[in-house]
T-cell receptor, first 112, second 110 residues
Framework: RKEVEQDPGPFNVPEGATVAFNCTYS??????FFWYRQDCRKEPKLLMS???SGNEDGRFTAQLNRASQYISLLIRDSKLSDSATYLC?????????????FGSGTQLTVLP | DAGVTQSPTHLIKTRGQHVTLRCSPI?????VSWYQQVLGQGPQFIFQ???????GRGNFPDRFSARQFPNYSSELNVNALLLGDSALYLC?????????FGPGTRLTVT
């Protein structure tokens, strides 16, 4: 079983649509959680940290359910510029290291 | 403020050669991590360094090594290159939990 699993995608949605990405993780000792976005042939960029209480940043809402080991990202009112690969990321403490473990990513294309 | 910088941006090597990749973290960040990303996958953890000490190592062979300098910059070295080492090599710096990535070095092994 992969340590971090995401919806395989791809997701093709029209502008203005709401889209949700889901992610599960296997290590119950994982400490912190993030969503990164990655444009083609570019580096991952931090989109949001994810907190147990849920958090919102403009059109983006992230939720964490520690009991179910489940993370989600909701994008409202999709824009063309939201087209990218979205990476679910878990920060695990392994020894004295804080290691990011990435999902394989979900590709989103927002269509005009 | 400058972000994470990496050099070179692109590199082509032949099998058996070695390569050195360089990274400068965001000013004030003392931790540097290295990741390998092959096409179609998420980045895979290679190393983490903090205050010049190795804090963690991923599931990579001993051909991969790294170090961190007193100014917190870092080098990743790969010996005896294999075709499978072709990938985007990403450096990330962090102060606490959040890690910020540089633009990466795209390595092609022929």
């Amino acid at each position: 079983r992969k340590e971090v699993e995401q919806d395989p995608g791809p997701f093709n949605v029209p502008e203005g649509a709401t889209v949700a990405f889901n992610c599960t993780y296997s290590n119950s000792a994982s400490q912190s959680f993030f969503w990164y976005r990655q444009d083609c042939r570019k580096e991952p960029k931090l989109l949001m940290s994810v907190y147990s209480s849920g958090n919102e940043d403009g059109r983006f809402t992230a939720q964490l359910n520690r009991a179910s080991q489940y993370i989600s990202l909701l994008i409202r009112d999709s824009k063309l510029s939201d087209s990218a690969t979205y990476l679910c990321v878990v920060n695990e403490r392994k020894g004295s290291a804080r290691q990011l473990t990435f999902g394989s990513g979900t590709q989103l294309t927002v269509l005009p | 403020d400058a972000g994470v910088t990496q050099s070179p941006t692109h590199l082509i090597k032949t099998r058996g050669q070695h390569v050195t990749l360089r990274c400068s973290p965001i000013s004030g960040h003392k931790s540097v991590s290295w990741y390998q990303q092959v096409l179609g996958q998420g980045p895979q953890f290679i190393f983490q360094y903090y205050e010049k000490e190795e804090r963690g190592r991923g599931n990579f062979p001993d051909r991969f090594s790294a170090r961190q300098f007193p100014n917190y910059s870092s080098e990743l070295n790969v010996n005896a290159l294999l075709l499978g080492d072709s990938a985007l090599y990403l450096c990330a710096s962090s102060f606490y939990d959040e890690q910020y990535f540089g633009p990466g070095t795209r390595l092609t092994v022929t």
